[in-house]
Protein backbone atom coordinates (compact mmCIF):
# COMPACT_ATOMS: atom_id res chain seq x y z
CA UNK A 1 0.00 0.00 0.00
CA UNK A 2 1.95 3.14 -1.53
CA UNK A 3 -0.16 5.74 1.25
CA UNK A 4 0.44 9.18 -0.24
CA UNK A 5 2.95 9.84 -2.98
CA UNK A 6 4.79 12.91 -3.99
CA UNK A 7 6.94 13.57 -6.89
CA UNK A 8 9.40 15.43 -7.41
CA UNK A 9 10.97 14.82 -3.90
CA UNK A 10 13.50 17.76 -4.94
CA UNK A 11 13.44 20.33 -7.52
CA UNK A 12 15.24 23.60 -8.47
CA UNK A 13 13.47 26.32 -9.84
CA UNK A 14 14.47 29.75 -11.58
CA UNK A 15 12.64 32.81 -10.78
CA UNK A 16 9.72 32.80 -13.14
CA UNK A 17 9.38 29.24 -14.02
CA UNK A 18 7.02 26.94 -13.48
CA UNK A 19 6.20 23.48 -12.55
CA UNK A 20 3.75 20.71 -10.96
CA UNK A 21 4.17 19.15 -8.28
CA UNK A 22 1.93 15.66 -8.45
CA UNK A 23 0.44 14.21 -5.19
CA UNK A 24 -1.61 10.97 -5.58
CA UNK A 25 -3.12 8.89 -2.80
CA UNK A 26 -4.32 5.40 -3.46
CA UNK A 27 -6.58 4.44 -0.01
CA UNK A 28 -9.67 6.29 -1.88
CA UNK A 29 -9.82 9.16 0.33
CA UNK A 30 -11.91 11.69 -0.12
CA UNK A 31 -9.95 15.18 1.26
CA UNK A 32 -6.82 16.12 0.37
CA UNK A 33 -4.72 18.80 0.92
CA UNK A 34 -1.28 21.09 0.00
CA UNK A 35 0.78 22.66 3.17
CA UNK A 36 3.75 24.51 3.20
CA UNK A 37 6.57 24.63 5.95
CA UNK A 38 8.96 27.17 5.33
CA UNK A 39 12.72 26.17 7.89
CA UNK A 40 11.41 26.10 11.26
CA UNK A 41 8.15 26.72 11.03
CA UNK A 42 4.51 24.87 10.92
CA UNK A 43 2.61 23.80 8.25
CA UNK A 44 0.27 26.52 6.50
CA UNK A 45 -2.77 25.75 4.55
CA UNK A 46 -2.41 26.28 0.63
CA UNK A 47 -5.57 24.61 -0.86
CA UNK A 48 -7.95 21.47 -0.10
CA UNK A 49 -10.11 19.47 -1.65
CA UNK A 50 -13.29 17.41 -0.31
CA UNK A 51 -13.73 15.48 -3.12
CA UNK A 52 -13.51 15.52 -7.26
CA UNK A 53 -13.88 18.85 -8.61
CA UNK A 54 -14.30 20.57 -5.48
CA UNK A 55 -11.20 22.55 -4.45
CA UNK A 56 -10.77 25.34 -1.90
CA UNK A 57 -8.22 28.23 -0.84
CA UNK A 58 -6.42 26.72 2.77
CA UNK A 59 -4.43 30.10 4.46
CA UNK A 60 -1.51 30.95 1.73
CA UNK A 61 -3.37 30.21 -1.81
CA UNK A 62 -1.38 33.34 -3.37
CA UNK A 63 0.95 32.11 -6.38
CA UNK A 64 -0.81 28.77 -6.48
CA UNK A 65 -3.77 26.31 -8.39
CA UNK A 66 -5.19 23.15 -7.84
CA UNK A 67 -7.28 20.44 -9.57
CA UNK A 68 -9.16 17.55 -8.77
CA UNK A 69 -10.09 15.83 -11.44
CA UNK A 70 -9.87 12.14 -9.90
CA UNK A 71 -9.97 11.24 -6.15
CA UNK A 72 -6.74 9.79 -6.41
CA UNK A 73 -4.63 13.00 -7.49
CA UNK A 74 -4.25 16.60 -6.07
CA UNK A 75 -1.87 18.73 -8.10
CA UNK A 76 -0.42 22.16 -6.91
CA UNK A 77 0.77 23.99 -9.79
CA UNK A 78 3.34 26.77 -9.49
CA UNK A 79 2.62 29.61 -12.50
CA UNK A 80 5.47 32.29 -12.15
CA UNK A 81 8.29 30.75 -9.56
CA UNK A 82 9.39 33.30 -6.64
CA UNK A 83 11.83 33.07 -4.16
CA UNK A 84 9.21 33.44 -1.11
CA UNK A 85 7.83 30.01 -2.31
CA UNK A 86 11.26 28.24 -1.36
CA UNK A 87 9.83 25.65 1.29
CA UNK A 88 8.95 21.87 1.69
CA UNK A 89 5.38 20.91 0.25
CA UNK A 90 3.37 18.30 1.75
CA UNK A 91 0.30 16.69 0.49
CA UNK A 92 -2.08 14.93 2.71
CA UNK A 93 -5.04 12.94 2.91
CA UNK A 94 -7.91 11.57 4.73
CA UNK A 95 -11.20 10.18 5.13
CA UNK A 96 -13.95 12.36 5.59
CA UNK A 97 -14.69 11.56 8.96
CA UNK A 98 -13.97 13.25 12.22
CA UNK A 99 -11.81 11.18 14.12
CA UNK A 100 -9.47 9.87 11.20
CA UNK A 101 -6.58 11.47 10.80
CA UNK A 102 -4.56 12.83 7.62
CA UNK A 103 -1.77 10.59 5.81
CA UNK A 104 1.15 12.59 4.76
CA UNK A 105 3.54 12.19 1.69
CA UNK A 106 7.37 12.85 1.97
CA UNK A 107 7.58 16.04 0.95
CA UNK A 108 8.78 17.74 -2.07
CA UNK A 109 12.06 20.67 -1.46
CA UNK A 110 11.57 23.13 -3.34
CA UNK A 111 14.14 26.04 -3.94
CA UNK A 112 13.71 29.11 -6.72
CA UNK A 113 16.86 30.73 -7.23
CA UNK B 1 -6.36 35.47 13.76
CA UNK B 2 -3.95 32.29 14.39
CA UNK B 3 -5.95 28.86 15.13
CA UNK B 4 -4.15 26.93 16.85
CA UNK B 5 -1.21 28.59 19.19
CA UNK B 6 1.65 26.71 20.52
CA UNK B 7 3.88 28.87 23.08
CA UNK B 8 7.10 27.10 23.59
CA UNK B 9 9.46 26.85 20.54
CA UNK B 10 10.94 24.75 22.14
CA UNK B 11 11.55 22.39 25.28
CA UNK B 12 14.02 20.38 27.21
CA UNK B 13 13.62 17.38 28.99
CA UNK B 14 15.47 14.28 30.40
CA UNK B 15 15.31 10.91 29.46
CA UNK B 16 12.58 9.10 31.45
CA UNK B 17 10.80 12.36 32.85
CA UNK B 18 7.52 13.53 31.63
CA UNK B 19 6.90 16.63 29.16
CA UNK B 20 4.16 18.98 28.32
CA UNK B 21 3.91 20.51 25.45
CA UNK B 22 0.99 23.36 25.44
CA UNK B 23 -1.62 24.02 22.51
CA UNK B 24 -4.08 26.16 22.58
CA UNK B 25 -7.06 26.87 19.88
CA UNK B 26 -9.57 29.06 18.82
CA UNK B 27 -13.23 27.90 17.43
CA UNK B 28 -16.31 29.00 17.18
CA UNK B 29 -17.39 25.41 15.69
CA UNK B 30 -19.04 22.85 18.23
CA UNK B 31 -18.03 19.84 17.07
CA UNK B 32 -13.93 19.96 15.82
CA UNK B 33 -10.66 17.35 16.39
CA UNK B 34 -7.97 17.81 17.57
CA UNK B 35 -4.73 16.03 16.07
CA UNK B 36 -0.99 15.89 17.36
CA UNK B 37 1.99 15.03 14.90
CA UNK B 38 5.36 14.13 15.09
CA UNK B 39 8.02 15.73 12.97
CA UNK B 40 11.29 14.07 13.40
CA UNK B 41 14.36 15.48 11.70
CA UNK B 42 14.01 13.35 8.63
CA UNK B 43 11.08 15.07 7.65
CA UNK B 44 8.29 13.12 7.72
CA UNK B 45 4.49 13.96 9.64
CA UNK B 46 3.95 11.17 12.30
CA UNK B 47 0.31 10.78 13.75
CA UNK B 48 0.46 10.18 17.38
CA UNK B 49 -3.00 10.96 19.01
CA UNK B 50 -6.99 12.31 18.26
CA UNK B 51 -9.34 14.31 20.18
CA UNK B 52 -12.87 14.68 19.62
CA UNK B 53 -14.43 17.90 20.54
CA UNK B 54 -17.36 15.59 22.08
CA UNK B 55 -14.73 13.32 24.24
CA UNK B 56 -15.33 12.64 27.33
CA UNK B 57 -12.38 11.78 28.41
CA UNK B 58 -9.37 12.39 27.20
CA UNK B 59 -7.19 10.49 24.64
CA UNK B 60 -4.67 7.85 25.49
CA UNK B 61 -2.04 6.00 23.07
CA UNK B 62 0.71 4.48 25.06
CA UNK B 63 3.38 6.86 26.12
CA UNK B 64 0.88 10.05 24.57
CA UNK B 65 -2.01 11.20 26.26
CA UNK B 66 -3.89 14.56 26.26
CA UNK B 67 -5.27 16.69 28.89
CA UNK B 68 -8.10 17.99 27.23
CA UNK B 69 -9.67 21.38 28.56
CA UNK B 70 -12.55 22.31 26.21
CA UNK B 71 -13.80 25.38 28.64
CA UNK B 72 -9.84 26.83 28.37
CA UNK B 73 -9.83 25.92 24.54
CA UNK B 74 -6.49 23.41 25.46
CA UNK B 75 -5.59 20.47 24.12
CA UNK B 76 -2.00 19.48 25.84
CA UNK B 77 0.08 16.44 24.53
CA UNK B 78 1.25 14.42 27.78
CA UNK B 79 4.62 12.32 26.85
CA UNK B 80 5.31 10.33 30.04
CA UNK B 81 8.73 8.29 30.16
CA UNK B 82 10.36 10.57 27.19
CA UNK B 83 12.92 8.83 25.53
CA UNK B 84 16.34 9.93 23.05
CA UNK B 85 14.03 9.00 19.58
CA UNK B 86 11.17 11.55 21.32
CA UNK B 87 13.53 14.29 19.53
CA UNK B 88 11.60 16.17 17.20
CA UNK B 89 8.92 18.69 16.25
CA UNK B 90 5.50 18.35 17.94
CA UNK B 91 2.25 20.00 16.35
CA UNK B 92 -1.10 20.61 17.22
CA UNK B 93 -3.26 20.71 14.41
CA UNK B 94 -7.23 21.33 14.76
CA UNK B 95 -9.85 20.22 12.24
CA UNK B 96 -13.22 22.53 12.21
CA UNK B 97 -16.59 22.35 10.94
CA UNK B 98 -17.33 18.76 11.15
CA UNK B 99 -19.97 17.18 9.64
CA UNK B 100 -20.93 20.31 7.92
CA UNK B 101 -20.08 18.88 4.66
CA UNK B 102 -17.02 20.66 2.60
CA UNK B 103 -15.78 22.71 5.49
CA UNK B 104 -12.95 20.50 7.08
CA UNK B 105 -9.84 22.50 7.11
CA UNK B 106 -6.86 20.77 8.88
CA UNK B 107 -4.48 23.30 10.31
CA UNK B 108 -1.59 23.35 12.38
CA UNK B 109 0.15 25.07 15.04
CA UNK B 110 3.90 26.15 14.67
CA UNK B 111 5.15 23.33 16.65
CA UNK B 112 7.43 22.98 19.16
CA UNK B 113 10.97 21.08 19.18
CA UNK B 114 11.60 18.90 21.86
CA UNK B 115 14.83 17.97 22.89
CA UNK B 116 15.08 14.72 25.34
CA UNK B 117 18.90 14.70 27.00
CA UNK B 118 20.31 11.30 28.22
Known amino acids: NAGVTQTPKFRILKIGQSMTLQCTQDMNHNYMYWYRQDPGMGLKLIYY???????DKGEVPNGYNVSRSTTEDFPLRLELAAPSQTSVYFCASSYPTPRTEAFFGQGTRLTVV | AQKITQTQPGMFVQEKEAVTLDCTYDTSDQSYGLFWYKQPSSGEMIFLIYQGSYDEQNATEGRYSLNFQKARKSANLVISASQLGDSAMYFC???????????????FGKGTKLTVNP
Open chain 2, 93 to 107: AMREGLGQGGSEKLV
Open chain 1, 49 to 55: SVGAGIT
